[in-house]
T-cell receptor, first 114, second 116 residues
Framework: AQSVTQPDIHITVSEGASLELRCNYSYGATPYLFWYVQSPGQGLQLLLKYFSGDTLVQGIKGFEAEFKRSQSSFNLRKPSVHWSDAAEYFCAVATNTGGFKTIFGAGTRLFVKA | DAGVIQSPRHEVTEMGQEVTLRCKPISGHNSLFWYRQTMMRGLELLIYFNNNVPIDDSGMPEDRFSAKMPNASFSTLKIQPSEPRDSAVYFC??????????????FGSGTQLSVL
């Protein structure tokens, strides 16, 4: 069965510093991969997605993610973090087997210090 | 479009009471998902529907939970009887296609459920 692992429960970075959030997935075939962001009291919003082509994908708000098949990873990066990026980030995988469902990781909460 | 609409935003109830959460997906979307979010377990998929038909309810924790989608514009998640461990944020999400899983989910704002 497919699964998503986000090994970091929370991360703290200084404003202006670079960011990398880790995501590993387990799935037999080529997955569809997503990163979502959740601000406090809100639902999830899509940052970016990958399903084919260039393994480096660009998203909104200056985020990017790189798909590495050999490592089963889809890490999210941002070169310079802003205080408004403080939120919870979820990696997700969607599959075309077993009914086309989307499974989420446990999330990583990002804290930004001044 | 108003987006995915969930009601109520907050629900406080006593153990043993019936709780009904409601969701209106985005018009024209074919798939609807119910998720539960807790600190301990993160975001769990409970059940999802394609064209109003339940496809996979393996995430529903137990028989106390039930979900329906009587038409394309409305779904309910019911807990009867409720227990304190059901306290969580429940999200509804919809997706335009049911085959194209590369499409994104649109989430509602969630229902914060507290069972005392």
């Amino acid at each position: 069965a497919q699964s998503v692992t986000q090994p970091d429960i929370h991360i703290t970075v200084s404003e202006g510093a670079s960011l990398e959030l880790r995501c590993n997935y387990s799935y037999g075939a080529t997955p569809y991969l997503f990163w979502y962001v959740q601000s406090p009291g809100q639902g999830l919003q899509l940052l970016l997605k990958y399903f084919s082509g260039d393994t480096l994908v660009q998203g909104i708000k200056g985020f990017e993610a790189e798909f590495k098949r050999s490592q089963s990873s889809f890490n999210l990066r941002k070169p310079s973090v802003h205080w408004s990026d403080a939120a919870e980030y979820f990696c997700a995988v969607a599959t075309n087997t077993g009914g086309f469902k989307t499974i989420f990781g446990a999330g990583t909460r990002l804290f930004v210090k001044a | 479009d108003a987006g995915v609409i969930q009601s109520p935003r907050h629900e406080v109830t006593e153990m043993g009471q019936e709780v009904t959460l409601r969701c209106k997906p985005i018009s024209g979307h074919n798939s609807l998902f119910w998720y539960r979010q807790t600190m301990m377990r993160g975001l769990e998929l409970l059940i999802y529907f394609n064209n109003n038909v339940p496809i996979d309810d393996s995430g529903m924790p137990e028989d106390r939970f039930s979900a329906k989608m009587p038409n394309a514009s409305f779904s309910t998640l019911k807990i009867q009887p409720s227990e304190p461990r059901d306290s969580a944020v429940y999200f509804c999400a919809s997706r335009e296609g049911f085959v194209a899983t590369n499409e994104k989910l649109f989430f509602g704002s969630g229902t914060q459920l507290s069972v005392l």
